[in-house]
């Protein structure tokens, strides 16, 4: 395949992957009902820099280390659903009235919400299995240095993550307008990503 093919097709892989509702899908819909748009697109923010993180670590080979002690990937696997699962319980717990001081009370800090996003994104298992599994696939020593094919890579990849995740923001804070009053947006929000971060360790788990 010529270097044109290789990029299509890697764009393809990587869109069908963060297509895919997860840990950072379920993060950015959460800030956004509950923080409106700016918070919602910190969110995405944050994901976009950590996957940015994964693919420099990939590049220099820490997926690699990560094969080699499987107990490291499940510790990553238990983090990052525990996190997950921990704000998925805040919003269950805050019930509709919390939800409507929410609406009323000034924001979130964009800085906090970006870097809680980031961590979301590095805790996320599903990004290493992909580093693992995907990335390595893509880049040819015979074609050139590998930098330079990592950051094309890369750029694909944040773009797509920006393209859905922020697409999801924005969706999401529409209808945390038109919800929000009941709450029951956010109580579903939270008790999905319990449920995403129950599912992730029990089918993620690795041996």
């Known amino acids: 395949m010529n270097g044109s093919t290789t990029l299509w097709l890697y764009f393809v892989l990587v869109l069908g992957i963060i297509a895919l509702p997860g840990l950072d899908m379920a993060y950015v819909l959460a800030n956004a009902l509950v923080g409106g748009r700016g918070a919602g697109l910190a969110a995405v923010a944050g994901i976009v820099a950590g996957g ?40 269950a717990r805050a019930g509709a009235t919390t939800f409507r001081v929410r609406l009323d009370a000034p924001a979130r800090p964009a800085a906090s919400v970006f870097l809680k996003g980031m961590a979301t994104c590095l805790l996320n298992p599903k990004a290493y299995v992909f580093m693992l599994a995907v990335f390595p696939q893509f880049l040819k020593p015979a074609q050139g240095p590998i930098w330079p094919q990592a950051a094309a890579l ?54």
């Open 154 to 207: 890369g750029l694909i990849t944040a773009g797509t993550q920006a393209g859905v995740y922020g697409g999801v923001a924005l969706l999401a804070q529409r209808a945390g307008t038109s919800l929000g009053a009941s709450g029951l947006a956010t109580r579903a929000v939270g008790l999905l990503l319990v449920g995403t971060g129950i599912a992730t360790v029990a089918q993620g788990w690795q041996a």
């Open 52 to 91: 940015i993180c994964h693919i420099a670590m990939g590049a220099l080979g820490v997926a690699a280390i990560v094969r080699l002690w499987p107990a490291l990937f499940n510790l990553l696997l238990v983090a990052g659903a525990a996190y997950i699962g921990w704000i998925g319980w805040q919003l």
